[in-house]
């Protein structure tokens, strides 16, 4: 519409000074006329055309403009969001390295006690094997070979310091428990088979399987004593140790310390 209202004023204008100056045109100038109005709305057409390509570009600046702003506000919240994660990652990492120099602590600590404890348990094991040969003999067997697996289990590395420990003390344990109980069980004695009485570790005796022959372990000869004169003790203590019959007082031979009257 614009475009028609200049055309207008360009007509209105042509036809002015045409008027004005009827005498002086010719036939020449009047076919002249079209060809200036042309040239006139050319240039005209191109100014708009500048103008809207200009206007075009005007709003694409605008959009990239405001794309820009869209774009670095998004970048800053993830900046700060970064930032923040950061932040937490940064206490995690020093909580870590707290807890780190705190575990080497303990390792250094635990590694000092290994060294502390290992000569110990060697002590315990080496008492443990010293009692025992003072001791009276009774499971000669199974206390032997408790002895040799602890006595293996200390040279391993294998096995953690803990295990070893725990298994030395069970030992003792087992040692310890045998002075509170009362047990029958078979074996040899100058290769007769023989029942076996333990009485706590004040007594051991022994009967043949028949009931004729009797005796016990001598602590000052470390030798088995024949004795029958215990064969109706043993057997009634045998049948107590062995649970077929209710818990009763029995005779035993017991070691009289030397001095003892």
Partial sequence: MGESRRFKVVRTALGAAFLGSTLLVTAGSRSAEPEKVKAVIGEQTKA?????ASQKRIEQLDDETSKAGADYRRMLAEAQSLKGYN????????SQATQMSDMTRQLDEIQTTSREVLPMMTKMLDALVQFMKLDLPFLPEERANRVAQLQDMMSRADVSVSEKYRRLVEAYQIEIEYGRTMEAYQGKVDAKTVEFLRVGRVSLMYQTLDGHESGYWNMDTHKWVRDDDYKDEMIAALKVAKKQSAPDFVSVAIHAPKGAT
């Fill in 48 to 52: 708009e055309q500048a103008a809207t």
């Fill in 87 to 94: 932040d937490q990652l940064a206490g995690q990492v020093q």
